[in-house]
């Protein structure tokens, strides 16, 4: 439960980088297909901003804890299957997904959040 506080503090502090970075128009908490962390309704682009831990993020590779080692594998493997069940339905009903990885914005979230500013402006323009 800490683990996902902590990323849900990230979270907000990149929803306010991507608010001053110019991208506004965006929802959070979609009743979508895997809960999306902020959407842009218009664009059909959902964005999950992932922690590295519980998602499994293939760049850190953060290794099992060595205690309850059976129950951390498992979990993660439940989250990773969700997260592929999740992409596929949104996909199908014209959605595009977007990971925002934990290490991608700690500890400044701003650089990401300026280049997803400038894909939203981007699709804004040609949509
Ligand atoms: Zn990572």
């Not at 306010?16 to 682009?45: E, S, T």
């Not at 901003?49 to 993660?76: I, M, Q, Y």
């Amino acid at each position: 439960m800490r683990a996902n506080r902590r990323v849900s503090h990230r979270e907000r502090l990149f929803r306010q980088a991507l608010w001053r970075a110019g991208a506004r128009g965006y929802r959070v908490q979609a009743r979508l297909p895997g809960r999306p962390d902020i959407v842009f309704p218009k664009l059909r682009l959902a964005i999950f901003v992932n922690g590295c831990f519980w998602h499994g993020c293939s760049t850190c590779g953060l290794p099992e804890p060595k205690a309850n080692a059976d129950f951390w594998r498992v979990k993660r493997q439940q989250t990773r299957e969700r997260d592929v069940r999740a992409e596929r339905e949104l996909a199908t009903n014209g959605w595009e997904c977007l990971t925002i990885w934990e290490h991608e914005i700690r500890p400044d979230p701003r650089r990401r959040a300026s280049e997803l500013a400038l894909l939203v402006q981007e699709r804004r323009q040609f949509s």
